[in-house]
């Protein structure tokens, strides 16, 4: 049963420290996506990869965050230096692509559940 | 630009009740729908999806949706609810070589 994995489910860290979020896609899929989850903003979509390029990362506060994927099993995101508004539950989401073909389904991970004191 | 509508942040029904959720897209082309669900403390989870075709759609766990172009909407339905359908469900559109973009989502609440 393939499934995204994130790590860690939890973190709890002080107001400017750094923050490193990571995810491990479904094997073969090749676009992968960071959302962020709160009750007053909902999912919001942060950035997202093809064939581990960035493709669209309009979503993300530049000052602060950045989102990588040094190979194709792996995804990061991190927050350098964090804020307590930086608190929420990021998901990381995979999912399979072909040019031209129909947007595709999106497989998500449990999330990291992001405590910035 | 595209966008999604849930009109409903949160709906009561008892259980052993039909429920209809409601989502209105807007988009210049045809849209590409789908229905996910988020239990608490998980991932969301694909119910549904609309590419073309049937416009009602069958998905997982007894849940379906009809797809009306008149309405642009694209409402979910399930005949009889049951204790653990209780979770937030998320309308979403996309299109051909792009994102999808997500609805604030609907909270459903089962009375026993």
């Known amino acids: 049963d393939a499934r995204v994995t994130q790590t860690p489910r939890h973190k709890v860290t002080e107001m400017g420290q750094e923050v490193t979020m990571r995810c491990q896609p479904i094997?073969?899929?090749?676009?992968v996506f960071w959302y962020r989850q709160t009750m007053m903003q909902g999912l919001e979509l942060l950035a997202y990869?093809?064939?581990?390029?960035?493709?669209?990362d309009s979503g993300m506060p530049k000052d602060r965050f950045s989102a990588e994927m040094p190979d194709a099993t792996l995804a990061t995101l991190k927050i350098q230096p964090s804020e307590p508004r930086d608190s929420a539950v990021y998901f990381c989401?995979?999912?399979?692509?072909?040019?031209?073909?129909?947007?595709?389904?999106?497989?998500f991970g449990p999330g990291t559940r992001l405590t910035v004191t | 630009a595209q966008s999604v509508t849930q009109p409903d942040i949160h709906i009561t029904v008892s259980e052993g009740a039909s429920l209809e959720l409601r989502c209105n897209y807007s988009?210049?082309?045809?849209?590409?729908l789908f229905w996910y669900v988020q239990s608490p403390g998980q991932g969301l989870q694909l119910l549904l999806k609309y590419f073309s075709g049937d416009t009602l759609v069958q998905g997982i766990k007894g849940f379906e949706a009809e797809f009306k172009r008149s309405q642009s909407s694209f409402n979910l339905r399930k005949p009889s609810v049951h204790w653990s359908d209780a979770a937030e469900y998320f309308c979403a559109v996309g299109k051909r070589d792009d994102k999808i973009i997500f609805g604030k989502g609907t909270r459903l609440h089962i009375l026993p």
């Open positions: 989401a995979s999912g399979p692509w072909v040019q031209g073909a129909f947007p595709y389904e999106q497989y």
């Open positions: 094997l073969g899929h090749n676009t």
């Open positions: 990869f093809r064939n581990r390029a960035p493709l669209d």
């Open positions: 988009y210049g082309a045809t849209p590409y």
